[in-house]
């Protein structure tokens, strides 16, 4: 019933002629592949050239973060208009870096959130905790805060356009992986969260992704898993052999 969403999260990296390089390796690996749902999302800097590169394939485009304003005196930010303007249908919104180097709290969160549904972007919400919250077993209450806020407000039917991405923060860029069972748990969590606010069949509907140091030789596990409907991908993304597996995944 849901249709999993396998997202490459570039991050800071890759020059633009190296964007259009790795995108041009995915047109040719993975372009019509239609098993799930494939998602790049390049720096601001390459969202021009990379929309250019998978146009015509089945690859989707979205953009890493964006203001929750419509235009304006915002240096350094993005807004939905331009990023639609170049082809991005999702964005990434409230990643752990965004909250731990520039000041996303869960409030700003809900603002872009409620400004990307606004827009028809869709927004892939990113929520985790940190090690010590799961070692003091705070962990199920943290994230079901962020969900919570971060969603606050939303109907039902908005609902029904957002994706959840869960990424302990202790696993990103690490390669330590939550196991199997522990993402399954948290994504449990999340969705019995989601049907208590909401209803049944947003909790049933909704796409809930892991994110932290997803692998091609992890990614077969996961996604057997009833509650872990994709991936969003950071460092095995800026490979063109490694992302097309995970997108293969078995
Ligand atoms: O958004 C993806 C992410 O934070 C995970 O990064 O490098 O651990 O796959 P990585």
Not at 21 to 45: K, N, S
Not at 70 to 87: E, H, I, N, R
Not at 141 to 154: A, S, T, Y
Request: aromatic share 6%.
């Amino acid at each position: 019933m849901r249709k999993a969403l396998i997202a490459g999260n570039w991050k800071m990296n890759k020059t633009d002629p190296e964007a259009i390089e790795l995108a041009r390796a995915l047109v040719a690996e993975v372009g019509q592949y239609e098993a799930c749902d494939i998602l790049l999302c390049p720096p601001f800097t390459s969202l021009k050239s990379v929309g250019d590169v998978i146009r015509g394939s089945k690859i989707k485009l979205g953009a890493q973060t964006m203001h929750w304003e419509k235009s304006g005196a915002f240096t350094g930010m993005v807004c939905a208009d331009m990023l639609k303007s170049l082809g991005c249908t999702y964005v990434i919104i409230g990643h752990s870096e965004q909250r731990q180097f520039f000041g996303e709290t869960d409030e700003t969160v809900n603002k872009r959130t409620r400004a990307a549904l606004a827009n028809g972007l869709t927004p892939i919400v990113c929520v985790g905790e940190f090690l010590e919250q799961r070692e003091s077993g705070k962990h199920e209450q943290i994230v079901r805060d962020q969900v919570i806020q971060g969603l606050k407000g939303l109907t039902s039917d908005e609902m029904k356009q957002v994706a959840i991405a869960y990424e302990p923060v202790w696993a990103i860029g690490t390669g330590k992986t939550a196991s199997s069972q522990d993402a399954d748990d948290m994504h449990a969590c999340i969705r019995s969260t989601i049907e208590k606010v909401w209803n049944r069949d947003v909790a049933q509907g909704l796409v809930i992704q892991y994110g932290g140091s997803v692998k091609p030789d992890t990614i077969d596990e996961q996604m057997a898993m009833p509650n872990i409907d994709g991936a969003l991908v950071g460092g095995a993304a800026l490979q063109a052999d490694s992302f097309a597996r995970i997108v293969r995944f078995q």
